[in-house]
């Protein structure tokens, strides 16, 4: 892992919509906020954990090879999503990102864990077309942080497009719908579930 100001983890914003999820703790003491951010971290990167979390769709790690693992996320692992509903046919039943940033820092005053993921084609696809209801521009970006006694997580959602370009025509409709419910803001319940259940204890 490369050390990284977590700013940087977040990509800029030129293109769709984008959101930002925050919660906050404020911890008693440093040890305790020690504690909670590396709790916090494990939680983040044990991502089929996340479902129970933000209790909306399922997440499944699948290592590059294309297989189910069961471990932390490590850097082009990719995330098998399972959303209510119909999924595509591109990404044979669900939609899929791929893990392209772990990202780490540490000073003594500030701890910061940063995990980007980005919108991909089904790993064992020979067509390569982006399997997500997001065009591949889009970007999630997951960072954990405490500075001092006070701990926070987040999610900045960054370049949301509905992925209509590519595809059948059935996974361009769907896309369409899917996407424009992320951006009436449908997804924000769930990854405020997911960044609250990470601080919690």
């Known amino acids: 892992m490369e050390n990284k ?7 800029a914003q030129f293109t769709g919509s984008e959101m930002d999820v925050i919660e906050r703790r404020n911890c008693s003491t440093l040890a305790e906020a020690a504690k909670v951010f590396e709790r916090a971290c494990a939680r983040l990167l044990s991502v089929n954990e996340w ?3 933000a209790g909306i769709s399922a997440f499944q790690l699948i290592d590059p ?3 189910r693992a069961e471990r932390q996320a490590q850097l ?8 209510p509903g119909p999924g595509t046919q591109a990404g044979m039943g669900y939609d899929w990102v791929q893990v392209e ?21 089904h790993p064992l696809s020979r067509k ?12 999630s970006s997951f960072v954990i942080t405490r500075t ?15 992925n209509t370009d590519s595809g059948s025509l059935y996974d361009k409709g769907r896309n369409f719908m899917v996407g ?19 601080l919690q204890d």
């Open 5 to 11: 100001n977590n700013l940087e983890a977040v990509p």
């Open 51 to 53: 479902g129970g979390y």
């Open 65 to 67: 090879q294309g297989i």
């Open 76 to 83: 082009n692992d990719y995330i098998r999503i399972d959303i």
């Open 101 to 121: 940033e772990i990202t780490t820092e540490s000073d003594g005053k500030k701890q910061v864990l940063s995990m980007v993921v980005r919108p991909c084609a």
């Open 128 to 139: 390569k077309e982006t399997a997500h209801f997001l065009k591949s521009e889009a970007t």
């Open 148 to 162: 001092g006694r006070c701990v926070s997580a987040e999610e900045h959602a960054r370049n949301e497009v509905p």
């Open 180 to 198: 424009m419910a992320a951006k009436l803001g449908f997804s924000y319940p769930q990854w405020k579930g997911l960044v609250k259940a990470l």
